[in-house]
């Protein structure tokens, strides 16, 4: 049994639509009985001219059309040609009384499957059954191809590119960049990637929401596509970080100009969520082929020099240097003995004294953490800190140094016999509501009444609006502690906002009581804020007291508090319990 004759490879299950191409009605009836005889369902229609023609395709759309080669006032390759035209994807058959042999090639040549002599339609019903089956493989064939096609598309632009920027990705960079590099050794002309990092993208996701930073995000990368020339290429190669190929340059100044004026655009002031926010970026730069040879070797210079950049001032600008690769290697061997350190508790505590203005008692303490590896010198928290936030150790750092302040503190007693309110800073990372499940496992431990904890927040709380910050400090007053606005002032600040938190104190900035007394303006503010707390029903204590001048002045303000090295430098847990017991 042949392919053609074979019923199960021909099978096309439904009810066909069988269009047929004839003048005579007879030659229809006979075709039709034998396609009846060979048990094919089918509907039907006839026609004989052009335009029934062309009316009948769009109207019935057919799945096979059995056209006559012998057509009065019609030619059957004109009908033939305008059925392939209309739809491709039906076959068609030439069914004729006699045809000769150059005109049947010359038929299936333009697109016909297959011809019959109708004194012979024995093998129509089969005919007829392997064209359709054979249309529509192929129809699914070609929709496979086309899903396929789509789907490697799709890969593709998964794997190269970035889905909320459509910036390609660090993948997708890795040859582009090999191949600038390799046109720009011929040509001798230098190259410059740039790592830029936007420096407020965590303040604004954890103040605005990710939705507000993906948005800022989006609106850098068309600022940047704007800002690239016809031999740049930009990139997205992290939550924050961008990388930009300057090509073709003739030095390396003509780089350093170019990241200049891109951070400046970046640095103008803008909206989010209808507040003005001012935005900074850093970046590092290396150049080839000075700094490196290869793609590999250039990003982890740009990227080592765009933490320098960072770390030394935002907004700036670092080209790779012989000491940064050095740095970032310090850097590493930095947050695995922090690691350690937070692990084995070899961190320690500092209390730094808090005074009443008015009668120069102790009134409270900071607890203050403090590092100092076994090999080696002190390390300020200004870099642990962040570092371990950074490590997502915050937590377990944070819980160590209020369980650790709570029990110290249990034990001392000020001049006036109470004991001291403690304070004990908390990241923004620790405002959840999990926290007060660890702030009543350090009361307990301490056995510290709850009204002598005071958990210090930074002012960036005041960029929250989800409720999320309010819900969180609302359980902690539920248990009794105190709170207090830390370094306020200095950063954004949100009164109607400030308004609604359980705030029991303001910290005024040292920057603030550092500047006060050469710039009058400051005075002003300094002297705003002790109105507004005591508008609110705070206590005001101002940081960074270091001088009598600025002592005096503060007392004549109205503050009540003050901290700072002229009343007492942060001392260990030792020496703490004399000190509070002694006014300044």
Known sequence: MSWADDPRRTNVGTSLRILFVDDEESEV??????????????????????????????????????????????????????????????????????????????????????????????????????????????AHATELEREQTAFKSQIHQLTHYD????????????????????????????????????????????????????????????????????????????????????????DAAEAAVRVQQILQCIAEARQIDSQEVRITASAGIAMFPQDGGGFETLLRHSSAAMQIARSSRRGAFRFHSGDVTGRAQQQLRLETALRSAILNRELSLHYQPQFDIRTGNVCGLEALARWVPAQGMQIPPSIFIPLAEQMGLIDELGAWALEEACMAAGSWQCGSGAIPIMGVNVSTKQITSEF?????????????????????????????????ALECLAQWKRLGVRIALDDFGAGYCNLSYLSRLPVDRLKVDASLIRTMMTEPKVVTVVSSVISLGRELGCEVLAEGVETAEQLQMLRELGCQQAQGFLLGYPVCASETATLVRAPW
Not at 239 to 246: G, K, R
Request: proline residues 3%; hydrophobic residues 45%.
């Open 29 to 138: 009836f006979f075709a039709r009985r034998y396609l009846e005889q060979d048990r094919l369902e089918f509907t039907w229609r006839r026609v004989a001219t052009e335009s029934e023609l062309r009316e009948q395709i769009g109207a019935f759309e057919p799945d096979v059309v059995l056209c006559d080669y012998s057509i009065p006032g019609y030619s059957g390759i004109a009908a033939l040609e305008l059925a392939r035209s209309m739809r491709p994807q039906t076959p068609v058959l030439i069914v004729s009384g006699t045809i000769p042999e150059d005109v049947a090639i010359r038929a299936m040549d333009r697109g016909a499957c297959d011809y019959l002599l109708k004194s012979n339609l024995k093998r129509l019903g089969v005919a007829v059954r392997r064209a359709v089956a054979e249309a529509r493989q192929k």
């Open 163 to 250: 889905t909320l920027t459509g910036l390609p990705n660090l993948s997708h960079m890795v040859n582009v960049v090999e191949q600038i590099l390799g046109l720009s050794s011929a040509r001798a002309r230098l190259v410059a990637l740039v790592t830029l990092s936007l420096d407020q993208f965590r303040w604004v996701e954890e103040g605005f929401g990710l939705a507000a930073a993906n948005d800022m995000v989006k609106s850098m990368s068309l600022l940047l596509k704007a800002r690239m020339r016809g031999d740049d290429h930009l990139a997205r190669i992290g939550p924050d970080e961008f990388l930009i190929v300057l090509a073709e340059l003739i």
């Open 436 to 468: 007060a499940v660890v702030l009543m496992r350090a009361i307990e431990r301490g056995n510290l009444p709850a009204e002598r904890v005071e958990l210090e927040i930074t002012e960036s709380i005041l960029l929250d609006d989800s409720g999320t």
